[in-house]
């Protein structure tokens, strides 16, 4: 596993968001390796989807820094910031598709906002490919109020995708949707991550984090508790970060043992 700073991709320094009159985050300094996977873990409102949004450029930091490239995404010319969002992806926890559009048209609009130059014919055929393979092409015509919760989020991540970004953001991608769902869209995760896309996510899914993460991010009350490698992590002495990852991992039943025994499983766990 290679150090973060020999492949930085993206960092924050010193970042610092406050929402509702509290700190959201406080001083996270953190960096994302190029072409690895990250997961960001903690407890309910430890600041984890701040953090993502923070990094993918959706919500500006109140202080710090945040680069890409070594370039501050908040500070970028209009030319710059067309550019990252067409090779960026955002899969939103609660969906966040165009209510007024049909799924159809929630795809399309990514590629024609990006890809002017792409013909009705190439937009049509790539939106209906990524629909059948999900099998959602007779939801097409729909609006996003006509479709369930599961075909909600699978339209969400599909559209995070159409564009073909080599850096994705994940929030909660597969959280309260039906197993079947779940694993057609970790498999296309599990694709993404051997293509060497860049892929930032905050899960829960015990299942999506012990075979996504290369890295690992854990906060606690909007401060960073620890960061480096899985192999470095799981192994911490920090006892309150070894009990946020038991939390979530211990629950694998077919998980490294030499992991369950560190987090004081024994030799399994149970479901």
Known sequence: MSDPGSGELLSLRDVTVTMGGHAALSGVSVSFPEGKSTVIMGPSGSGKSTLLKVAAGLVPPDAGSVRLRGQDVFYLPERKVMELRRTNGFVFQDGALWENKTIFDNLALPLQVHFPEMTRADVEKRVVRSLERMGMEESA??????????????????????????????????????????????????????????????????????????????????????????????????????SILAQVLGEISSYDTDLLELLGHGGGAEN
């Open 141 to 242: 015509a729909l609006r996003p109020a006509q479709l369930s919760g599961s075909e909600r989020k699978i339209a969400s991540f599909l559209r995070a995708l159409i564009a073909e970004p080599t850096l994705v953001f994940m929030d909660e991608p597969t959280l309260a949707i039906d197993h079947a769902v779940a694993e057609k869209i970790s498999l296309t995760i599990r694709e993404l991550k051997s293509r060497g896309c860049t892929l930032i996510a905050v899960t829960h899914d015990p299942q999506l984090t012990s075979t996504l993460a290369d890295w690992l991010v854990v906060l606690e009350g909007g401060r960073l508790l620890e960061a480096g490698s899985f192999d470095a992590v799981k192994r911490t002495e920090n006892s309150r970060v070894r």
